[in-house]
């Protein structure tokens, strides 16, 4: 079992960062998964950023690892993406989905309706503009009714309804809506390793690895692709989110 080397712990500082370097012991195999578990450059929560791993045998059956962490005087520290194999990192942009006109937020009825009137009434309602669904009161019903199309006109013993108002935004059924896409990238050593973290992802919900602290929604991943470099095998998986805080409908894409 690893252990931390008594007396090992050192701290140094000079006027741009302070220096803390650990050791810990234990038999090879273990003190190699731990030297191999963050690559210089990254960084260890509480320890600041890895600058050097250093591996060498005290004994027979023991081995150390000692390794060294940079921060700067307030201990903050850059969290550099991972490229140990099978290790994700993520990197973020962002895309558009188009949305149906009534999930905008401002959405009113009178965007995408007509506005009818039985015979005999005339003049727009003053609910007109600020309606945002097709419902009346009872007593509106009897004069009044939203519909998509002319050819719907609703008609009754008064006769064939008559058109009051065109839609203000006539054939318009979507609207751009800008959001985020997060793309996992992971090396392997080969492709069947590759194809097992992406396979069965497509269309799923989920949660990327890093999240950059955006909320407000869930994440579906929508994208994947395998290449090769010439030196290893990179997968990469992207994930969308989602147009408002409801998320991604779990009915359809769970």
């Known amino acids: 079992m690893l252990k931390v080397k008594f007396s090992s712990r050192q701290f140094e500082q000079d006027q741009d960062s302070i220096t803390n370097t650990i050791i810990h012991t234990g038999n090879y195999e273990e003190v190699r998964e731990l030297a191999d578990s963050v690559r210089p450059g990254s960084g260890v929560d509480d320890m600041g950023t890895l600058s050097s791993v250093r591996i060498y045998q005290e004994g027979p059956q023991i081995w ?12 903050n520290y850059t969290n550099k993406p991972n490229t140990v194999y099978g290790k994700k990192s993520a990197q973020l942009r962002g895309s558009m989905l188009s949305l149906p006109l009534k999930k905008h937020p401002n959405y009113r009825t009178c965007w995408d309706h007509y506005l009818v009137a039985a ?25 009044y009714a939203w519909i998509r199309s002319l050819d719907s006109l609703p008609t009754d013993s008064g006769g064939r309804w008559q058109e009051l108002a065109e839609p203000e935004k006539p054939g318009v059924e979507c609207y751009d809506y800008a959001t985020y896409t997060i793309t996992e ?18 269309n799923h919900i989920g949660t990327p690895i ?9 994440w579906k991943c929508d994208d994947a692709n395998i290449f090769y470099d010439g030196r290893a095998w990179f997968a990469n998986l992207s994930w969308t989110l989602s147009g408002d ?6 009915d359809i894409y769970d």
């Open 64 to 75: 150390a690892c000692e390794r060294t962490f940079t921060t700067d005087h307030e201990g």
């Open 119 to 143: 015979q005999g009434v005339s003049g727009l309602p003053s609910w007109w503009e600020s309606a945002t669904d097709t419902m009346l009161s009872a007593a509106d019903s009897k004069k």
């Open 185 to 202: 990238t992971a090396k392997f050593r080969s492709a069947r390793q590759a194809g097992n973290m992406v396979a069965n992802m497509l």
């Open 210 to 218: 890093e999240t950059f602290n955006i909320t407000n929604g869930n």
């Open 245 to 250: 805080a409801d998320g991604w409908d779990p």
